[in-house]
Structures are given as structure tokens and as C-alpha cells.
């Protein structure tokens, strides 16, 4: 089970572009990255998901380089309601099924 | 379309009693899961149900705890009886499909053992 580290905590400003980064360096060939944002008193909800290079949504990027020992997820000109924990997991295209969360990454927006 | 709801959204009980919460996945979601954080530590998982069956049970700390899902729609996880390391919040989550890892989250329940 790959392991997954990012901080612990960030601070930006509104409008800004935020930046989180993840090391999983034993991600394995059949692992994909995914990440969940959860707001207080909610549960997890996905983000976004990526195997390689660059992935594009309305919420989010992902990058991730060609060795995928590490992922980006980056937030556009973030907004107070962009404040939450995000967290970033591996997880097997096949096989169990559990998400397995780490620490996650408090990310605090100021006005 | 509802989301992921649970029932209560929270609970105060006493050590030694018992208690069921009650998952409803959205409608159609054949993939069920209950997750827990407790005493702030991290998200961990429970269990997973396809339908009504217990696919993967690997998470579930011991015997005091039960998860039902008959008939393959709502879920209950009975705890009996409880303990006070068993205070947290308990999420559900629910997806389409098996190998889908996007799964979508109740906002939980929070579990008061006294």
C-alpha cells in the first residue's frame, strides 16, 4: 500500500493559486492518484483522479510528473470557501476497494 | 438527486449501550462503505457491502460491531456494547461502481460514548 505524504498545513489569500504537493514514492504500476476535499462537519468528497501527466476539471489540476513518485493538485484563484482539509490517496485500479487517509493537507484561505 | 444520508447526525450515549446508525446510499449505488475517525486520528476504513453481501470486512475493530445491509439498500452498523474509544464520527459512503474510486460521503454521524 503506497504511503502518502504532503504538509500538514498551507495559508494563501483569495484569488490566489495553491499549489499542494504529495510524495507517494512506492506508488505501484496499477495505482492511481486520487484527492478528496472535506469541509467541517462533511464528509470527504472527490476531488479529482489521475494516472499520469496532466488532468483538468472545474474544480481542479492534477499534475503528476512521469516517475509518479509525487502529485499537484492545484486550486485557481482559491476563494474562502476553498478552505478545507484535501487529501491525497493511492489507490489499485482493481482490487480492495477502502480509501486509506493520511493527515491530510488544512488548507486556510484569508480574505 | 439525494446524497449519501445519516441517521442521527448525533449520538450521546453511555458506555455499555447500544447503538445503530443508519446509512441510506444514494439510490442505485450498489457500493457501500463505512468509514470512522476517532479521538481526531485519521479517516479509517470499516467495511465495504456490494449489494447486501460484505465484500471486504478487513476494518472492523471487533466483535461489539455489526453491519447490515438486508435487501441491499440502507445499511446499519450496531455497535453493542459500546465503549468509550469508540466516540468519533462514522461516515458512509456510496458508489455506482465496484471499481469507481470516487465515492460519495454522508456528512456522517457523531458518536458520544460517556
Known amino acids: 500500500l503506497a504511503k502518502t505524504t504532503q504538509p500538514i498545513s498551507m495559508d494563501s489569500y483569495e484569488g490566489q493559486e495553491v499549489n499542494i504537493t504529495c510524495s507517494h514514492n512506492n506508488i505501484a504500476t496499477n495505482d492511481y492518484i486520487t484527492w478528496y476535499q472535506q469541509f467541517p462537519s462533511q464528509g470527504p468528497r472527490f476531488i479529482i483522479q489521475g494516472y ?3 488532468v483538468t476539471n ?3 489540476s492534477l499534475f503528476i510528473p512521469a516517475d509518479r513518485k509525487s502529485s499537484t493538485l492545484s486550486l485557481p484563484r482559491v476563494s474562502l470557501s476553498d478552505t478545507a482539509v484535501y487529501y ?5 485500479d482493481t482490487g480492495r ?3 486509506t487517509f493520511g493527515s491530510g493537507t488544512r488548507l486556510q484561505v484569508q480574505p | 438527486e439525494a446524497g449519501v444520508t445519516q441517521f442521527p447526525s448525533h449520538s450521546v450515549i453511555e458506555k455499555g449501550q447500544t447503538v445503530t ?3 441510506d446510499p444514494i439510490s442505485g449505488h450498489d457500493n457501500l462503505y463505512w468509514y470512522r475517525r476517532v479521538m481526531g486520528k485519521e479517516i479509517k476504513f470499516l467495511l465495504h457491502f456490494v449489494k447486501e453481501s460484505k465484500q471486504d470486512e ?3 475493530p ?3 460491531f455489526l453491519a447490515e445491509r438486508t435487501g441491499g439498500t440502507y445499511s446499519t452498523l450496531k455497535v453493542q456494547p459500546a465503549e468509550l474509544e469508540d466516540s468519533g464520527v462514522y461516515f458512509c459512503a456510496s458508489s455506482q461502481e465496484t471499481r469507481s474510486r470516487e465515492q460519495f460521503f454522508g456528512p456522517g454521524t457523531r458518536l458520544t460514548v460517556l
Open chain 1, 88 to 92: 491525497c490517496l493511492v489507490m489499485m
Open chain 1, 97 to 99: 476497494r477502502a480509501l
Open chain 2, 62 to 64: 471487533n466483535n461489539r
Open chain 1, 58 to 60: 472545474e474544480v481542479a
Open chain 2, 21 to 23: 446508525l443508519r446509512c
Open chain 2, 58 to 60: 478487513s476494518g472492523m
Open chain 1, 52 to 54: 499520469k501527466t496532466k
